[in-house]
């Protein structure tokens, strides 16, 4: 039997990358999926890649970072699939490896904007509808950076440092009322992320300091598999955490 026959799932950033395979597996597994990028295009094209092997899913534009598109998201998601079940907030941008002196107001509202905004919107306007459906589950995509000071710039260790906190804080408080709140903490992905990004010749220095001991990076696919296992019933004692997902980079 597939793990996720008959729920609800959505996916931000779903265009590409590590919102692209979990889409795509989610689907496989039997969800409904509803996809969310900030670029149309390509979540039309997932969506043609999950019709055309069986699934069941729809799509809609949106910049994650206002408040008002993740309500629209919300809406479109109860109206065609007239419930929630899944939350997967996984879209994100870098820094540049930005050190704090050379963060720039834009720079920080971006980051802060998309990657914590985002996150900290569709939760607040997901979890009523888990506590309406008695059931729920975040998956909030978090970073090695939100462990550790040394593999992005200020303002992206900031956002994943603080998407951990609120991982555990809606973890702990929701508890009692069957709703989950988990977070993926990945080290080197090879995703568009960091196309056309021009890094900060410091911050980057200062990121490589360490890298040496790094192993190669995750497939998309093989974060796709662990949000999976936390989706399912098979994590069901798993709540407020944090799964590393690595390869080892954070062991030394």
Same mark, same amino acid.
């Given at each position: 039997?597939?793990?996720?026959?008959?729920?609800?799932?959505?996916?931000?950033?779903?265009?590409?990358? &590590?919102?692209?395979?979990? @889409?795509?597996?989610?689907?496989? =597994?039997?969800?409904? $999926?509803? %996809?969310?990028?900030?670029?149309?295009?390509?979540?039309?094209?997932?969506?043609?890649?999950? /019709?055309?092997?069986?699934?069941?899913?729809?799509?809609?534009?949106?910049?994650?970072?206002?408040?008002? +598109? $993740?309500? %629209?998201?919300?809406?479109? $998601?109860? #109206?065609? *699939?007239?419930?929630?079940?899944?939350?997967?907030?996984?879209?994100?941008?870098? +820094?540049?490896?930005?050190?704090?002196?050379? $963060?720039?107001?834009?720079?920080?509202?971006?980051?802060?904007?998309?990657? %914590? #905004?985002?996150?900290?919107?569709?939760? !607040?306007?997901?979890?009523?509808?888990?506590?309406?459906?008695?059931?729920?589950?975040?998956?909030?995509?978090?970073? &090695?950076?939100?462990? =550790?000071?040394? /593999?992005?710039? @200020?303002?992206?260790?900031?956002?994943?440092?603080?998407?951990?906190? %609120?991982?555990?804080?809606?973890?702990? =408080?929701?508890? +009692?009322? #069957?709703? !989950?709140? #988990?977070? &993926?903490?990945?080290?080197?992905?090879?995703?568009?992320?960091? *196309?056309?990004?021009?890094?900060?010749?410091?911050? *980057?220095? /200062?990121?490589?300091?360490?890298?040496?001991?790094?192993?190669?990076?995750?497939?998309?696919?093989?974060?796709?598999?662990?949000?999976?296992?936390?989706?399912?019933?098979?994590?069901? *004692?798993?709540?407020?955490?944090?799964?590393?997902? +690595?390869?080892?980079?954070?062991?030394?």
């Amino acid at each position: 039997m597939k793990q996720l026959s008959q729920k609800v799932a959505l996916v931000t950033g779903a265009g590409s990358g &590590i919102g692209k395979a979990i @889409a795509k597996l989610f689907a496989e =597994q039997g969800a409904k $999926v509803m %996809l969310t990028d900030i670029h149309q295009s390509n979540i039309e094209a997932v969506a043609a890649e999950i /019709r055309a092997n069986g699934g069941m899913v729809a799509c809609i534009a949106a910049d994650i970072s206002v408040k008002g +598109d $993740v309500q %629209l998201v919300m809406k479109h $998601v109860h #109206n065609t *699939f007239g419930t929630l079940d899944i939350l997967v907030n996984n879209a994100g941008v870098m +820094d540049n490896f930005t050190p704090v002196t050379d $963060v720039t107001d834009e720079l920080w509202e971006k980051v802060i904007g998309t990657n %914590l #905004n985002g996150c900290f919107f569709a939760c !607040r306007e997901a979890i009523p509808l888990f506590l309406e459906s008695g059931s729920g589950t975040v998956i909030n995509i978090a970073s &090695i950076s939100g462990f =550790q000071g040394g /593999r992005a710039g @200020a303002a992206y260790t900031a956002s994943k440092h603080a998407i951990i906190g %609120l991982t555990k804080n809606i973890g702990y =408080q929701y508890a +009692d009322k #069957n709703i !989950r709140c #988990n977070a &993926i903490a990945p080290g080197g992905v090879n995703t568009n992320i960091v *196309f056309g990004m021009e890094p900060n010749p410091f911050g *980057f220095e /200062r990121m490589n300091a360490g890298t040496g001991n790094a192993p190669g990076a995750a497939a998309p696919e093989a974060i796709a598999e662990v949000a999976l296992f936390l989706a399912s019933v098979k994590s069901s *004692f798993i709540n407020g955490s944090v799964l590393t997902a +690595d390869g080892g980079w954070t062991a030394y």
